[in-house]
């Protein structure tokens, strides 16, 4: 639950928790990965409209869209880069099918340029308090006419149960393609992904670490993902934790595969 919707406050102690339960270290590593992923996939889910397409006794779920979002930390002073470069899991699979898809998401040229991909990436790892992702994404800087993808990528991050057809239909009133559309969405939800699994991980190496530790308004945030005026009432945010697609939900628009 933690590592969904507060993956900064993820502490050694709640992984220690998870010790004391019986989990083994290979365990928690695969149970960090489980947790990751799926907020890659409810996110391409809640932005595409996909729906539930097999039989389930779940209940449907409506979620209490007057929530409040729990609020991000600010940026800390400095932060600490892990020696070896950033965190990646030890499970041999797992890791190698994790870095073969982040190459491809990051790396590809097309529908979209890598200057969005990465544009895309920081913003996600922003919202994730991920500093030191979104520091390594922050080689291409904002252009004049990219507000409408920081603002993309901060909906998908934070409120992707909230993504309707107005926001695909403002990608494409834009010029996107409907592959372009879907590469957006997955290097957002990708790099949300990500980002949980680098904070878990660390969490589970570190045991004297806090991933929450910052000063609050020491530093301000990069000019690539800096955030822009805020409309009126657009502080209320319902808490930052994916939502499975609802059964009977409106279908924002289906999308192809790539």
Same mark, same amino acid.
């Given at each position: 639950?933690?590592?969904?919707?507060?993956?900064?406050?993820?502490? /050694?102690?709640?992984?220690?928790?998870?010790?004391? &339960?019986?989990?083994?270290? #290979? &365990?928690?590593? /695969?149970?960090?990965?489980?947790?990751? =992923?799926? %907020?890659? +996939?409810?996110?391409?889910?809640?932005?595409?409209?996909?729906?539930?397409?097999?039989?389930?006794?779940?209940?449907? +779920?409506?979620? *209490?869209?007057? &929530?409040?979002? /729990?609020?991000?930390? *600010?940026?800390?002073?400095?932060?600490?880069?892990?020696?070896?470069?950033?965190?990646?899991?030890?499970? $041999?699979?797992?890791?190698?099918?994790?870095?073969?898809?982040?190459?491809?998401? =990051?790396?590809?040229?097309?529908?979209?340029?890598?200057?969005?991909?990465?544009?895309? @990436?920081?913003?996600?790892?922003?919202?994730?308090? *991920?500093?030191?992702?979104?520091?390594?994404? %922050?080689?291409?800087?904002? $252009?004049?006419?990219? *507000?409408?993808?920081?603002? +993309? /990528?901060?909906?998908?991050?934070?409120?992707?149960? =909230?993504?309707?057809? #107005?926001?695909? #239909?403002?990608?494409?009133?834009?010029?996107?393609?409907?592959?372009?559309?879907?590469?957006?969405?997955?290097?957002?939800?990708? &790099? %949300? @992904?990500?980002?949980?699994?680098?904070? $878990?991980?660390?969490?589970?190496?570190?045991?004297?670490?806090?991933?929450?530790?910052?000063?609050?308004?020491?530093?301000?945030?990069?000019p690539l993902t800096a955030p822009r005026v805020r409309p009126p009432g657009a502080d209320r945010d319902p808490v930052s934790l994916p939502i499975p697609v609802r059964p009977g939900a409106a279908v924002p628009n289906r999308?192809?595969?790539v």
């Amino acid at each position: 639950m933690i590592l969904t919707a507060r993956p900064w406050a993820l502490t /050694a102690e709640a992984v220690g928790d998870a010790r004391q &339960q019986g989990l083994d270290e #290979e &365990q928690i590593e /695969a149970a960090i990965g489980v947790i990751s =992923l799926f %907020n890659y +996939f409810t996110r391409v889910a809640d932005a595409t409209g996909i729906e539930f397409d097999y039989p389930t006794a779940l209940p449907a +779920f409506e979620p *209490d869209l007057c &929530q409040v979002t /729990a609020p991000r930390p *600010d940026r800390p002073v400095s932060f600490s880069r892990p020696a070896g470069g950033r965190r990646r899991p030890r499970l $041999g699979g797992l890791r190698a099918a994790w870095e073969s898809w982040r190459a491809y998401v =990051l790396e590809a040229d097309q529908p979209i340029s890598q200057r969005e991909r990465r544009l895309l @990436a920081a913003v996600a790892a922003e919202e994730a308090a *991920d500093w030191e992702g979104a520091e390594a994404l %922050n080689g291409y800087r904002s $252009g004049p006419d990219d *507000d409408h993808l920081i603002g +993309f /990528a901060r909906k998908l991050s934070r409120q992707p149960w =909230l993504m309707g057809a #107005e926001d695909l #239909e403002r990608l494409r009133s834009l010029g996107y393609s409907e592959q372009a559309v879907l590469h957006v969405i997955s290097v957002v939800a990708h &790099q %949300n @992904a990500d980002s949980r699994l680098v904070l $878990g991980l660390g969490a589970t190496r570190d045991k004297s670490r806090s991933l929450c530790r910052t000063e609050r308004g020491s530093r301000p945030r990069h000019p690539l993902t800096a955030p822009r005026v805020r409309p009126p009432g657009a502080d209320r945010d319902p808490v930052s934790l994916p939502i499975p697609v609802r059964p009977g939900a409106a279908v924002p628009n289906r999308l192809p595969t790539v």
